[in-house]
């Protein structure tokens, strides 16, 4: 992992057949974050992921929080209901 890499807190660097994406492990976070891979909560406090492109040509809404299971399985797996960015998150 390079410098700059390490600075944001990024634990891996992971090539998919989408691109590459920055990955850290979290486990501390208070709140509650839906999956895009199964589409459920992660519960505050539940270790996962959370991944988002390598290619800083997004910004922090491209950041998405997976339970870590949907992501290693997210190129096999896609949510039921798929969500646009304006959709209510919750609900």
Same mark, same amino acid.
């Given at each position: 992992?390079?410098?700059?890499?390490?600075?944001?807190?990024?634990?891996?660097?992971?090539?998919?057949?989408?691109?590459?994406?920055?990955?850290?492990?979290?486990?501390? *976070?208070?709140?509650?974050?839906? +999956?895009?891979? +199964?589409?459920?909560?992660?519960?505050?406090?539940?270790?996962?992921?959370?991944?988002?492109?390598?290619?800083?040509?997004?910004?922090?809404?491209?950041?998405?929080? =997976?339970?870590?299971?949907? =992501?290693?399985?997210?190129?096999?797996?896609?949510?039921?209901?798929?969500? *646009?960015? *304006?959709?209510?998150?919750?609900?």
């Amino acid at each position: 992992m390079d410098a700059e890499g390490a600075r944001r807190g990024v634990d891996a660097v992971q090539q998919w057949h989408d691109g590459e994406f920055l990955v850290r492990q979290v486990g501390n *976070s208070p709140k509650t974050y839906r +999956c895009p891979g +199964c589409d459920q909560e992660i519960r505050p406090q539940v270790v996962h992921v959370v991944a988002w492109p390598a290619d800083d040509r997004g910004d922090l809404t491209d950041r998405r929080h =997976w339970h870590t299971g949907c =992501w290693r399985a997210r190129d096999r797996r896609a949510p039921g209901v798929l969500r *646009s960015r *304006s959709a209510p998150r919750y609900g």
